[in-house]
């Protein structure tokens, strides 16, 4: 197919070889430069640059600085749908559009991986995964069974902070292996399932699952009060965002209740590539808690969805752009 004539170039700085026809039907649209980007010094001054489809893994935040280097910049999509990697007042300083998966809430819909991760490592916590398998790279099998001794999914409580697409689909796998669920988000009502208050939840489940956005309202969300109120020998999962909780209070209780488990896919320093200052980390080490680095939608499948999903963000906004009657 012939690309659509479009003034200036996209930028695809995210995970591409794995892309197939996604790749090329970006060709289409406009032309488009491919090239993974990281970290900060990696970004290369282009005034040709009126696109740019970021990547949602790098290590720092898009701001001005990052900006300055793409004057003509007019259109930012992120294929995530979070956005706490990119400096959003800088962006409408600018001019600059901002685009995400939220955008597109069609194709949210068909992505699962990070639904599907979240069940794994409540699995994982649960039945000491990390331990079994350092346990055979140190030449032991079953010498210690009282500490890999786990837990069983069945039976138990979960609460839900967040009901939304991952909240809902780790309602049903939670179900599935027999265990009861209860969720508490004040935007959501599901009669099918009790709706809890946050309160509730900590007090009464033995699992928790943060899987909500992060937003100015639940940035620092849960902290100390919440966190001392968990039941004997619960469980918190995270793979919203690490900015929910308090990472130093949650570090602070575990230190302080022998019992509990905690599994995070995120750290609340990562979109500043500071994720190692978080005082999680240093928890891992006890076997206390599992950290994953943010690859709970790392999968081929979900990662091309996305692509499809920023490139239909993308081809909205060129197409809005020429109703408005604003020149390619």
Known sequence: MTAHPQRGVCLFSAPFAFLGDVQAEYETV???VFREIWVRHDVRPDPSVTAWVVNPGQGFVIDEGVLDNFPALE?????STGTNHIDREACARRGVSLYGLLDDRAGLERITASAEFSFLLLLAVLRRIDLGI?????GRWRDREDALRGHELSGKQ???VGFGRIGRRLAGYCQAFGAHVAYTDPYVADAAIPRWTLEEVFERADIVCVCCA???ETEGLIGRRLLTTLR???TLINTSRGEVIVEADLAAVLAERADLRAGVDVLSGEVRGAWRESPLVPLRESGRLVITPHMAGATVESQRK???SALGLLRRHLEGRRAAGVEP
């Open 75 to 79: 259109v930012l999509v992120t294929p």
């Open 158 to 160: 979960v609460g839900l």
């Open 134 to 138: 350092a346990e055979v790279g140190t």
């Open 306 to 308: 996305a692509a499809t």
């Open 30 to 32: 406009m032309p488009t």
């Open 214 to 216: 992060l937003t100015a």
């Open 232 to 234: 004997p020998e619960a």
